[in-house]
Structures are given as structure tokens and as C-alpha cells.
């Protein structure tokens, strides 16, 4: 299987996760254009907390600043949402709902992702579904959910054996821990404080984006 399916194309590098709560309305869009710069190659909006029409207003705006840099965006469990805000797709937890309902109301092209822990099993039935890429982590301690379950390094080697699906890989990734993930067969990692809660979140996001060029961080980066 080559590294990223065909299905799965855009799916590759550094992927970071806008959390509303994190970045609030005030930095949000600032923040999300700072990782752009830096090298994201693909953004979600996660906003649990949000109504409706705010989380419109959001989402609508970091449509626009993704369409901008050409890099797609993918919003957290609400493909109607997705679909009117013209992003390219919509990521689903556990409780967000079938990989096939979604492409049935986001279209053929759409991307469809599916976080799939540590469990295999789901992620086969993901792929089964029509998923576009699937998520497995945490991979290491994460401060954002410390207490997900423990993902290991075979589950990226499997799925790129058996899976024509792109495979993010998610959970505590510095840029010092993320080439093993993507040597193991990570097609993206997933970010959020890691570029997020850093004062420059540009450069965060360029350490990140440095792994998949094949080149590791320099000392002048601050990172071990």
C-alpha cells in the first residue's frame, strides 16, 4: 500500500485541531491563519460548547481562511454543518454518528474521518463505511484528555498493511515523539496544544511540519 490511499490524498501532515474553548472567538481565526503559515496541511474546528450560530460564524470564517491557503477543513461531529460552510469534511467521535450517513449528506469527495482509540476492530469498520481517513491515539500522555486509553505504534503499522485509508495518528505528539509515529506509518499527526498553546503558534506548527520533510528540529528550535 503506498502511504496515503488515494481516497485519503489530502490527508498528510501536520493536522491541527482548533478547539473553541481553547483558542476562543477572539483568537481563533488569528491562531488557525499563524499554524497555516507554519505548515498545517489540514485543520479541524472542534467547538463543543458554542450554539448553533456561533459555531456557524466560526466554522464560516475558518472556511474562508482555509480556502485561502488551499488547505481543507474539517469540522468536529456536525456534517450539516460542514456541508453549510462549504468545508471539505467532518470528523466523528465514537457518538457523532455512521461514516455513511455523513457522505451521504457531504458527497463522494468529501473527506470522512473516524476516531477509531485503540480498537482496531472499529477501524475496519470505519474504512468499511466509506471513511476517508481514521485516528488512532493516544499515543502518548495527552494534557487535553489524560485519560484516553493507550494506542501502540503496531496499530499505524496494521492499518497500513490492511486499510486503504489515510491513518492520523493523535495523543501528547511533540515534535520530538512524532517521527516514530510517522516512521510507523502515521499519514498525519494531530495537534492541538502543541501548536496551540505555544506563544508562536507559527513556529510550533514549522517543528511539526519539519518531520515530514525529513528533517528533525534544530537546537535553534528550542526542542530536544
Known amino acids: 500500500m503506498t502511504a496515503v490511499s488515494d481516497r485519503g490524498h489530502a490527508v498528510r501532515g501536520l493536522y491541527v485541531i482548533a478547539d473553541g474553548a481553547l483558542l476562543g472567538a477572539r483568537h481563533l481565526a488569528s491562531a488557525v491563519?499563524?499554524?497555516?503559515?507554519?505548515?498545517?496541511?489540514i485543520v479541524q474546528y472542534r467547538?463543543?460548547?458554542?450554539?448553533a450560530d456561533e459555531r456557524y460564524r466560526r466554522a464560516a470564517e475558518l472556511a474562508r481562511l482555509c480556502?485561502?491557503?488551499?488547505?481543507?477543513?474539517i469540522v468536529n461531529d456536525h456534517p450539516r454543518l460542514a456541508l453549510d460552510v462549504g468545508a471539505q469534511g467532518v470528523h466523528l467521535g465514537r457518538d457523532d454518528g455512521d461514516?455513511?450517513?455523513?457522505?451521504?449528506?457531504l458527497g463522494a469527495e468529501a473527506i470522512i474521518g473516524v476516531s477509531c482509540y485503540n480498537e482496531f476492530d472499529l477501524a475496519v469498520r470505519a474504512a468499511g463505511?466509506?471513511?476517508?481517513?481514521?485516528?488512532?491515539g493516544s499515543f502518548y500522555p495527552s494534557c487535553t484528555k489524560p485519560q484516553a486509553v493507550h494506542?501502540?505504534?503496531?496499530?499505524?503499522?496494521?492499518?497500513?498493511?490492511?486499510?486503504?485509508?489515510?491513518?492520523?495518528?493523535?495523543?501528547?505528539?511533540?515534535?520530538?515523539?512524532?517521527?516514530p509515529l510517522i516512521e510507523s506509518g502515521?499519514?498525519?499527526?494531530?495537534?492541538?496544544?502543541g501548536v496551540f498553546a505555544e506563544a508562536d503558534v507559527r513556529t510550533a506548527a514549522?517543528?511539526?511540519?519539519?518531520?515530514?520533510?525529513?528533517?528533525r528540529p534544530e537546537p535553534s528550535d528550542g526542542l530536544q
Open 67 to 73: 480556502e485561502r491557503h488551499a488547505v481543507p477543513l
Open 129 to 136: 463505511a466509506g471513511a476517508t481517513y481514521i485516528a488512532f
Open 206 to 215: 514549522r517543528a511539526y511540519a519539519r518531520l515530514f520533510s525529513g528533517r
Open 186 to 193: 502515521a499519514d498525519a499527526l494531530a495537534v492541538i496544544t
Open 47 to 51: 467547538d463543543k460548547q458554542t450554539d
Open 99 to 105: 461514516p455513511e450517513d455523513a457522505r451521504a449528506v
Open 151 to 179: 494506542a501502540g505504534r503496531e496499530l499505524l503499522r496494521r492499518a497500513q498493511r490492511e486499510l486503504d485509508v489515510a491513518v492520523v495518528a493523535i495523543g501528547g505528539i511533540k515534535p520530538d515523539n512524532g517521527a
Open 33 to 41: 491563519g499563524q499554524a497555516l503559515e507554519g505548515g498545517a496541511r
